[in-house]
């Protein structure tokens, strides 16, 4: 005899709606590994590209700190961004700070935030990366796309070309007083061996110099004099390879920004890419479609320890 649940019964074919349920959990990230890291650029080069993975983060529609775009309803941004227990959302689909064409940007409310359990300090960082769930998936378009996270053993090498990009003031010196940008701003950079990097922040630290201020979870990138600082906090280092964008930093030192000449320091992707895929697969397997799975389960469970 068949198991009823609520009117509905279980006969035969339910074992089969059961299997169905199980490609749903894999169907976004299949779509987002398809999609990702492949920008749209305007065939009018007097036109200024656009980073569709771009995120502005926000409180009370106030820009706050930058992030990426890593899936459906997922965002990479610094766990320093993070204060206390705000309301945040973020705009995508833009690159004006104040969007004059509000069809075109696309503005969500963050549902959770995971910090990295290891974070720790706000001068000394450590695990700085936080990742955002947002509470309606984005429609992937010309506009919003993700960017690829790298591979945990992808080697990202000294002097490779990558891009910043946010709302502060691209300049050629540091000014104590310069202001959020109306458009997204971009710098080439040029990623620096660690050690050297340690070395220029060692000059003018009090910490001990037996201690390394550059630590192996992060990455310096440098364009020799031209920084984006103010309000780009969590915000990409965008790297191309094999024709495709991967997410290799996560820009976490404000005090970057003290001199022209200091080296941009990011939280290295490649180390918490694997924390990253895990946060987001243990919510999908704590959603609606596995809350279903489970009672179908428990709900045919019965059928096969009977005579």
């Not at 749903?24 to 036109?47: A, I, Y």
């Not at 769930?133 to 960017?147: G, K, R, S």
């Not at 992707?269 to 009672?295: F, H």
């Amino acid at each position: 005899m068949a198991a009823s649940l609520g009117g509905l019964r279980a006969g035969p074919g339910g074992l089969s709606l059961l299997f169905l349920l199980l490609p749903l959990s894999r169907g976004d990230r299949e779509d987002t590994k398809s999609v990702c890291g492949k920008p749209w650029w305007p065939e009018d080069n007097d036109m200024s590209r656009h980073w569709p993975w771009e995120v502005s983060l926000r409180v009370e529609d106030e820009h706050v700190c930058g992030g990426a775009l890593i899936d459906h309803k997922w965002v990479v941004t610094a766990a320093h961004c993070i204060k206390g227990t705000k309301e945040y959302s973020v705009t995508l689909g833009t690159a004006q700070l104040k969007p004059t064409n509000p069809r075109m940007a696309v503005s969500i409310q963050v549902k959770d935030i995971i910090m990295h359990p290891k974070f720790w300090g706000r001068t000394f960082t450590i695990g700085d990366v936080a990742l955002l769930q947002l509470h309606t998936p984005v429609v992937f378009n010309n506009y919003v796309q993700p960017i690829c996270l790298p591979e945990p053993t992808f080697d990202l090498k000294v002097g490779m070309q990558c891009w910043v990009t946010g709302w502060s003031q691209a300049k050629l010196r540091y000014s104590a007083n310069s202001t959020l940008t109306s458009e997204l701003q971009e710098a080439e950079v040029f990623i620096m061996d660690n050690k050297r990097c340690d070395q220029i922040y060692r000059k003018e630290s009090p910490i001990s110099h037996i201690l390394p201020l550059i630590l192996g979870d992060m990455i310096c990138a440098t364009n020799y004099g031209k920084n984006l600082c103010n309000g780009d906090s969590g915000g990409p280092l965008a790297c191309e390879v094999e024709d495709r964008w991967i997410l290799a930093g996560v820009m976490s030192w404000e005090k970057a920004c003290a001199k022209a000449q200091n080296p941009g320091v990011y939280t290295r992707v490649t180390k918490y890419s694997k924390w990253i895929k895990n946060q987001m697969s243990n919510r999908a397997l704590s959603g609606p479609c596995t809350s279903v799975w489970l009672l179908l389960l428990t709900w045919l469970l019965p059928l096969q320890m009977g005579p």
